[in-house]
């Protein structure tokens, strides 16, 4: 029985994770804060009815143009910041655990209170969507994460077994393929889901992880060049605005943000890469307070994002956007609403943390071990019977 005895040692937490607990670099944990309140920005405009009303009049509302243009800028910054620890680091059980349990906590509690207000109707499509985390892996952001986060570990094989001139040789590839293409209007749209663009940003921050330049450490130039990016950005947006409406073509809030409304495209990725390493660069203190909203950031988004009935119950009925628009001081709603939004959502997974995160993680890990064990055993005695 000496196979079963090693088994019972054996614990789904690795001894990293249960001993020591690293600190949060909190320059990436304000940057995370900051790549979310992007996405909340963006959910404010293209959840809440208001692009029906700026396409009437562009030029008028080129200010929501620019406030909700930075989505899929901020989905790249996320997932770069993965790439760049992760990348030298190993998944874990418990870290997937602590990832999928999240998922499935929102999803299944959002689902179950939107049904029981009548706020969404039930159907069996629906409960399934809440109880299995990988629907809608064409266009879903959590769903393809999830799937991403189980295919690091094969990429860092990858990435570990090939020299810096191959690894670069790869990162220009994908950039070619997807962004380079991607970005050329006159060339057909190059298609992929989020599994695979986020397997692109791995490779890019993998290898600046790996390699550092001479400008790796600077501030200063990783800023100008955040500045010079974000310039061209918002210029490429008016300037695509006014000559449409220059040759009264028909406006279009995507048509407008050619060159960001796609995380694949150049001016999007450029601009990824640029605030993450100016970020990367700041050298804040350790600061608790930093690190603590941070670590909230992915439950805000979860939250605020819910796809059964969340978007039009939080942007339409409570935030009332449309009736602001119209009637009120939009944009000083426009900030403090997506502040409160992310606030509120912060303080709710905060609490979540604090009541519910390691019960759930001790029972499913217990689980987990226990199905390990029993499988070992059904082994052993099947090989001591053939023996």
């Not at 910054?77 to 929102?106: A, D, N, P, R």
């Not at 100008?224 to 279009?252: C, E, G, P, R």
């Not at 640029?274 to 660069?281: H, L, Q, T, V």
Request: proline share 2%; with cysteine.
């Amino acid at each position: 029985m000496q196979r079963v005895t090693k088994m019972t040692s054996i614990h789904p937490m690795s001894l990293t994770d249960r001993c020591v607990k690293k600190k949060r670099n909190s320059s990436l944990e304000l940057f995370r804060i900051f790549v979310m309140l992007l996405i909340v920005m963006h959910h404010y405009v293209v959840h809440s009815g208001l692009l029906d009303e700026i396409v009437k009049n562009p030029i008028g509302n080129i200010y929501f143009f620019l406030f909700g243009m930075w989505g899929k800028v901020g989905i790249n910054c996320f997932v770069l910041i993965t790439g760049y620890f992760m990348c030298q680091s190993k998944i874990t059980l418990h870290k997937f655990l602590k990832l999928f349990l999240e998922v499935e906590f929102y999803s299944i509690i959002l689902g179950a209170i939107f049904i029981a207000s009548g706020y969404t109707p039930f159907s069996w499509r629906y409960l399934y969507s809440m109880l299995i985390p990988f629907n809608g892996v064409s266009s879903n952001f959590t769903a393809c994460f999830l799937l991403f986060y189980l295919l690091i570990p094969f990429l860092n094989t990858c990435i570990n077994n090939i020299n810096k001139k191959q690894h670069l040789s790869l990162l220009l590839l994908c950039v070619f393929i997807y962004t380079v293409l991607g970005s050329l209007s006159f060339i057909n749209e190059v298609s992929f889901n989020y599994v695979t663009w986020f397997c692109v940003l791995y490779v890019i921050a993998s290898y600046l992880k790996k390699y550092p330049t001479i400008y790796d450490n600077s501030f200063r130039f990783w800023g100008i060049m955040t500045a010079f990016n974000l310039f061209i950005s918002v210029f490429s947006i008016v300037l695509i605005i006014y000559v449409m409406d220059y040759f009264d073509l028909k406006q279009n809030f995507f048509r407008a943000g050619f060159f960001l409304i796609d995380s694949n495209k150049i001016l999007a990725l450029s601009l990824s890469v640029s605030m993450f390493m100016m970020f990367k660069n700041l050298r804040l203190k350790y600061s608790k307070v930093i690190n603590t909203i941070g670590s909230c950031t992915f439950g805000v988004f979860l939250i605020h994002d819910f796809f059964g009935g969340m978007r039009p119950w939080l942007w339409k009925d409570v935030c009332q956007t449309l009736y602001f628009y119209h009637h009120g001081n939009i944009y000083f709603h426009s900030i403090l609403a997506c502040v409160l939004v992310f606030v509120v959502c912060a303080l709710i997974d905060f609490l979540r943390q604090k009541t519910v995160e390691q019960p759930l993680l001790h029972l499913a890990e217990s689980f987990i071990l226990r199905q390990k064990l029993r499988i070992c055993r059904h082994y052993e005695k099947r090989a001591m019977r053939e023996t």
